[in-house]
């Protein structure tokens, strides 16, 4: 166990790898309380260690993530989550409990990152008001699997699009974490409704990364990234910014991406329906999403 939390938080240490392989250092975080960030590393620490007792190998990498993008690089903080690691793995296995549901370890771990900073200069352009008019709802994007998709694809179904990216350190999870609630509250109507994350961050979101990521908050959310022309083409189809900010002196893969927030609603025709700002109650969400449901007819599912 001890073998492995070395190696574990030695990979933090080192960064995440890009292309080919080259080790890349996340962006170093905003200053914040130290005390607090203790406080958040421990709590996570206990956490990765009930999902290690549990086999519960997205929220470990989840763990993994947010500490090598939200954590200062220090010994003190490594020696917390170590600690923490390994006190929440033995209670868990110890304890001869059941183990908690995968959603609910989920949501306690983002909850428990909130207190750690943010990447500098990240931040959601966000609309006020869904768009009237020019929403162009087609794309053509690469599935996890590495398969081709398009949105006709899903006739039939109802499509919920969010756009973001993997290294987003608090707007991408939270909206993820809301379209898994989402699902949940739709129940058995869920089957006709598709979730897709849309990558606008193909540099250093593989098919593995995206596929990992997903994952972790719902298998049912389907990830989607292409080459950065059609990534850039179906953004400006559904009138979505994102830009990539980079300090002066940084890593070429040391970025952080400002984007649109929101997800989008298409109907089973495939047409734009409606989007919904970030941070629209989850309840409100799936209240209108069954409504536009109960209007249309139903048809086998697409896919």
Known sequence: MRQFLLLFFAAALAGTAGAGDTPVSPIAP??????????????????????LACGQKEVVARAKTLMIMRVPKTREY?????????DGFLAQSAGKASCPSRASVAARLETAARPLPAAPSHQAITETAAPAVGVNP??????????????????????????????????????LIEMAEVLKLLGADAARLQPIFVSVDPERDTLDVLRSYTGFFDQRILGAT?????????????????????????????????HSAGMYLLGPGGEFITKFSYATPVADVATRIRAHMAQAPTTPAGN
């Open 138 to 175: 087609r794309y053509l994007l690469q599935d996890t699997q590495g398969r081709a998709f398009m949105d006709s694809d899903f006739r039939g179904r109802f499509q919920l699009i969010t756009f973001g990216y993997t290294f987003c350190p608090d707007i991408c999870p939270t909206t």
């Open 30 to 51: 905003k200053v914040a309380d130290p005390v607090a960030i203790a406080a958040a590393v421990q709590e996570l620490g206990g956490i990765n260690g009930i999902a």
């Open 78 to 86: 490594g020696e917390i989550f170590e600690k923490a690691t390994n």
């Open 226 to 258: 292409a080459s950065p022309e059609l990534v850039r083409r179906a953004a400006d189809n559904f009138k979505v910014r994102y830009e990539k900010v980079q300090e002066t002196g940084a890593a070429p893969l040391q970025y952080a991406v400002d």
